[in-house]
């Protein structure tokens, strides 16, 4: 008798963008998109923070969302509430990088001049 091997599938964890900005690697340690975004010290807007009140709608650029709790607030086909889903695929956000802590925006490697190494 033939027994079939568990097949492995390795999924790449989603880069979320503000504005074409890589700001995040969701790798799933956070429950939620906000509160991934909320670490990274982007400006969102939230209240009741369970797809209800509809106060952290964002509009998505390109990309997928995958809800956790069904949304009760209503959305356009281009808008997610990010206090209850996760992203599904890499995502852009119509969101300000401004303020956030971004790849982009970390201090510069610092960089020793040989001669300061000698002295
Ligand atoms: S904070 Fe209320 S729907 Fe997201």
Redo the contacts with the bound molecule.
Sequence with gaps: MKTSSPTLIFKKAPIVSLHGEPTLLFNGQQPSL?EALEIKKVRIF???????????KTKVLSGKVRYFTEPL?ALEADEC????CVPDSDLNLDLSAKGADTPARAAPPTVFSKQALVD
């Design positions: 906000l939230s209240e009741c923070r369970s797809g209800f009140c509809g106060a952290c607030a509430l990010p206090c209850c």
